[in-house]
Nanobody, 121 residues
Framework: QVQLVESGGGLVQPGGSLRLSCKASGSIFSIYVMGWYRQAPGKQRELVAAITSGGSTNYADSVKGRFTISRDNAKNTVYLQMNSLKPEDTAVYYC???????????????WGQGTQVTVSS
């Protein structure tokens, strides 16, 4: 079984910073893309940032210049450094991994349980 475990959420004041971490564990052949999504109350889940195994990144326009995604392939871990946080960044943040369990098997989409980020004074 593959598990994604997130950590690092919490309450922060506007302008503050948080760093989220997500570690994938279990029987994994290769992780192709790791990313962060978020869902605010009453809104659809949206992509925040994603990174490939080769280091290519993609960001939502709303977080460009403030958030940085990085990845440690040896540890199957992805990070999201969030700076200059705004109240509109408040949401549950979910880790996502696109991976194979075996080299000849299908590609799976796994999700973490989510971690709450609240930006408020």
């Amino acid at each position: 079984q593959v598990q994604l475990v997130e950590s690092g959420g919490g309450l922060v004041q506007p302008g503050g910073s948080l760093r989220l971490s997500c570690k994938a564990s279990g029987s994994i052949f290769s992780i192709y893309v790791m990313g962060w999504y978020r869902q605010a109350p009453g809104k659809q889940r949206e992509l925040v940032a994603a990174i490939t195994s080769g280091g290519s990144t993609n960001y939502a326009d709303s977080v460009k210049g403030r958030f940085t995604i990085s990845r440690d392939n040896a540890k199957n871990t992805v990070y999201l450094q969030m700076n200059s946080l705004k109240p509109e960044d408040t949401a549950v943040y979910y880790c996502n991994a696109v991976l194979q369990i075996t080299g000849t098997g299908p590609v799976y989409d796994y999700w973490g349980q989510g971690t709450q980020v609240t930006v408020s004074s």
